[in-house]
T-cell receptor, first 115, second 113 residues
Framework: GEDVEQSLFLSVREGDSSVINCTYT??????LYWYKQEPGAGLQLLTY?????DMKQDQRLTVLLNKKDKHLSLRIADTQTGDSAIYFC???????????????FGRGTQLTVWP | SAVISQKPSRDICQRGTSLTIQCQVD?????MFWYRQQPGQSLTLIAT?????????ESGFVIDKFPISRPNLTFSTLTVSNMSPEDSSIYLC??????????FGPGTRLTVT
């Protein structure tokens, strides 16, 4: 596909795990990212994974990368109400022969955590 | 990482006027970017602000509408010119700290009436 795809909404109960999925476009993308946007705020870089890895864990966050299917997921363990936010998936692709890649974003997944 | 501030944080403007948004970083960075985030949409890159040269604009964005300045390695401005209601968006500044880490400012929420 042409665009980074994410489901738009996810609701979970507090204490459960959340899994946010993303399909990206380019199998040669070097880095894949998850950003978090809380209401009224900018984007916070949550985590990223290099394309030669298939998993990265950082405290409650686990990122899984399936390069064959161009699929990225973010798992949040023990989800809290403070995790309620929009989560953006992004891929870095090199453009126009530049050594610096640019980011392409999905539309974001609104995560709602119910107490 | 980098600490990025933007001014103003929000504004309501009349159509036909212009607004200049400022972006300040707490350290020197090579690459600064301006994005637009329309409601319910993904982020769209407007341009890359280059220090000492003209900005590089993405398809669909032109310098006359979105002039950009980058006078030094810690500061940039984006002007939204001759505004219309369709320009109502969040405008975000971002910087590359390394070739693979990009950080964002808090955004400027613009409403054009």
């Amino acid at each position: 596909g042409e665009d980074v795809e994410q489901s738009l909404f996810l609701s979970v109960r507090e204490g459960d795990s959340s899994v946010i999925n993303c399909t990206y476009t380019d199998s040669s993308s070097t880095y894949l990212y998850w950003y978090k946007q809380e209401p009224g705020a900018g984007l916070q870089l949550l985590t990223y994974i290099f394309s030669n890895m298939d998993m990265k864990q950082d405290q409650r966050l686990t990122v899984l990368l399936n390069k064959k299917d161009k699929h990225l997921s973010l798992r949040i363990a023990d989800t809290q109400t403070g995790d309620s936010a929009i989560y953006f998936c992004a891929e870095m692709k090199s453009d126009r022969g530049s050594t610096l890649g640019r980011l392409y974003f999905g539309r974001g997944t609104q995560l709602t955590v119910w107490p | 990482s980098a600490v990025i501030s933007q001014k103003p944080s929000r504004d309501i403007c009349q159509r036909g006027t212009s607004l200049t948004i400022q972006c300040q970083v707490d350290s020197q960075v090579t690459m600064m970017f301006w994005y637009r985030q329309q409601p319910g949409q993904s982020l769209t890159l407007i341009a890359t602000a280059n220090q000492g040269s003209e900005a590089t604009y993405e398809s669909g964005f032109v310098i006359d509408k979105f002039p950009i300045s980058r006078p030094n390695l810690t500061f940039s401005t984006l002007t939204v010119s001759n505004m219309s209601p369709e320009d109502s968006s969040i405008y975000l500044c971002s910087v590359s700290v390394t070739s693979y880490e990009q950080y964002f400012g808090p955004g400027t929420r613009l409403t054009v009436t």
